[in-house]
């Protein structure tokens, strides 16, 4: 018979992060047999229901990976900065470059090395870096979970004296088992570097999350032909085939992008607030707007005559980047609600909706009639009254005069489909 | 890898009653993490086991919860190694790398006697 591990000498020495992590692992454990089993060191992996996952223990995790350290040591002759990672977010090597600009940089920003657990680290970031943070542990997530192959994600370490920024690309490897994803990690200071980099200016109040992303200089040059304008729920900002006059950069409102099918209500492809702008496709080469854009949440926005605006667009590099990165999440957001309004279920494209106003809103009460609902999601009002009486008897949500108030944040995400999550990571991605 | 482990260590058996002795057989169901530590010692363990105290015959499948996480969730598993006895009922489990024998046996509901 084969004795219990007992105190197997480990390949690493328990650490911060790890302890950390195996905490966390217990936490997911009930019942007595499986505490005792876990306190015994008799536990290799433990199930997280949330994401549906294996998690290895990390005394596991050295024990099966201890060998496959050295083949891996031929990135360290790579001059980016490299980190691999297993499927529970394990860091089986970092590469020399990595290490190098870690000390650097005062070991800040998920400054990992092999044998620690990355989302630990996430869960360890100081409370000044927390949204940085979570954003980065959710994209793994959805990397490491086969949703997304690739994703973007832009870091500022707050914490350090001299702030510091990097962009962290998270890519899923398919093949190469224990292998299964590539951080590469580019800091906006490093020179050789520079064009990766948006300097970020954001002007105090300016709230609109496009015109932050841009450098100083060039949000001074379209400062004077900014108008703020006041926009009011219901009002049509442009209609299918109407000639785009002015394009407007969301503050606090919120626009929904609708389009029209004859015979058939509107049915809402897109959703705008303070992260993206109204009339993108000027820049893009076109003159007429190919939906219509109502105004869904009353608020502010800055408005900018149409001709100022191309010009300024073929001008500024920089503005091109930023407008161009937004078109593609654009698109991004229609395809996905495309998909969704053809293939889910009222009730779970109900709590989407709800969902990405509130986050664009950022409030959780909002005024919304049933009918206004229908026109978005495409479906009859009876359809959305069973729908939202089914989410307020499950006290989800409050629903009183057309005023909606989310009462349940977590128990939405719940009701909703996959693709609050995937249209959410978009939002997450740099500007 | 755990492939190949589960097609050694699933014994084909006739279903339902062992021929010669006219026993039950037990099938079980055993959860583990690829070729961590204590799963390979949770294989080995119940494999000594089986050969000398399920001579007549079981079943056993083994489930690598690393590739399929999610029937391990369905199942109700909240931890690797784990091994979970199907039939004969009542059902039991029995959590941890199986080093202790009189326990496995007994959530086995083989009598102690017969546990060495």
């Given at each position: 018979?084969?004795?219990?591990?007992?105190?197997?000498?480990?390949?690493?020495?328990?650490?911060?992060?790890?302890?950390?992590?195996?905490a966390w692992l217990r936490r997911l454990v009930t019942g007595a047999a499986e505490l005792e089993a876990f306190d015994a060191g008799e536990i290799d992996a433990v199930m997280d229901r949330d994401s549906g996952c294996a998690h290895m223990l990390p005394e596991a995790q050295s024990a099966l990976h201890a060998s496959s350290r050295v083949p891996l040591s031929m990135f360290d002759a790579l001059p980016g900065e490299v980190c691999l990672l297993d499927a529970s977010g394990l860091v089986l090597m970092v590469n020399k470059a990595w290490r190098a600009s870690g000390t650097r940089h005062g070991r800040a920003g998920l400054d990992v090395r092999a044998g620690e657990n990355?989302?630990?680290?996430?869960?360890?970031?100081?409370?000044s870096e927390r949204t940085n943070a979570d954003a980065v542990a959710a994209g793994l997530r959805s990397v490491l979970g086969g949703l997304r192959?690739?994703?973007?994600?832009?870091?500022?370490?707050?914490?350090?004296?001299?702030?510091s920024t990097f962009a962290l690309t998270m890519t899923a490897t398919s093949a190469q088992v224990p292998v299964n994803a590539l951080l590469t990690r580019e800091w906006e200071s490093d020179p050789g570097l520079k064009r990766y980099r948006i300097t970020p200016a954001a002007p105090a109040g300016v709230e609109n999350r496009l015109l932050a992303a841009?450098?100083?200089k060039d949000y001074a040059r379209l400062e004077g032909d900014l108008e703020p304008v006041k926009v009011t729920y219901g009002e049509i900002l442009y209609e299918p085939g109407d000639r785009?006059?002015?394009?407007?950069?969301p503050d606090n409102c919120l626009v929904s992008l609708l389009t029209l099918v004859e015979g058939h209500r509107a049915l809402e492809v897109g959703l705008v607030g303070r992260e993206g702008m109204i009339g993108v496709r000027l820049a893009l080469g076109g003159s007429e707007s190919p939906v219509r854009a109502l105004v869904q949440g009353t608020g502010t926005a800055l408005r900018m005559n149409a001709e100022r605006f191309v010009r300024e667009f073929h001008r500024s590099q920089t503005l091109q980047r930023v407008l161009l990165q937004f078109a593609d999440r654009l698109m991004g957001q229609v395809s996905q609600t495309a998909a969704c309004n053809r293939f889910h279920v009222v009730d779970a494209r109900l709590a989407r909706w709800l969902l990405l106003t509130a986050d664009r809103m950022r409030s959780a009460t909002f005024h919304l009639t049933h009918g206004f609902i229908a026109d978005m999601l495409g479906v009859r009002r009876e359809g959305v009254t069973v729908a939202a009486v089914a989410l307020q008897r499950r006290g989800?949500?409050?629903?009183?005069?057309?005023?909606?108030?989310?009462?349940?944040r977590k128990g939405l995400e719940a009701a909703s489909c996959s693709c609050y999550r995937n249209l959410k990571l978009m939002d997450t991605e740099i500007p | 890898m755990a492939r190949s482990e589960r097609a050694v260590a699933s014994?084909?058996?006739?279903?339902g009653v062992a021929a010669e002795s006219g026993t039950t057989v037990v099938v079980m169901r055993l959860y583990i993490a690829g070729r961590a530590p204590n799963s390979v010692k949770a294989i080995a363990n119940l494999d000594a086991i089986c050969r000398q105290h399920f001579k007549a015959g079981y079943k056993l499948e083994i489930v690598d919860v690393c590739e399929y996480p999610r029937r391990a969730?369905?199942?109700?598993?909240?931890?690797?190694?784990?091994?979970?006895?199907?039939?004969?009922?009542?059902?039991?489990?029995?959590?941890?790398?199986?080093s202790d024998t009189s326990s496995v046996l007994a959530a086995l509901g083989v009598r102690s006697a017969s546990a060495t």
């Open positions: 018979m084969i004795d219990a591990p007992g105190s197997a000498d480990p390949v690493l020495t328990p650490n911060k992060t790890e302890v950390a992590f195996k990355f989302f630990a680290a996430c869960g360890d970031a100081p409370e192959q690739s994703l973007r994600v832009r870091y500022v370490c707050s914490s350090q004296r001299a702030r841009l450098p100083a785009m006059r002015h394009v407007y950069f989800i949500i409050r629903y009183r005069r057309g005023n909606i108030t989310v009462l349940d | 014994k084909r058996m006739k279903k969730l369905d199942d109700g598993i909240l931890v690797t190694p784990s091994l979970a006895k199907t039939s004969p009922s009542p059902g039991a489990n029995v959590i941890g790398n199986l």
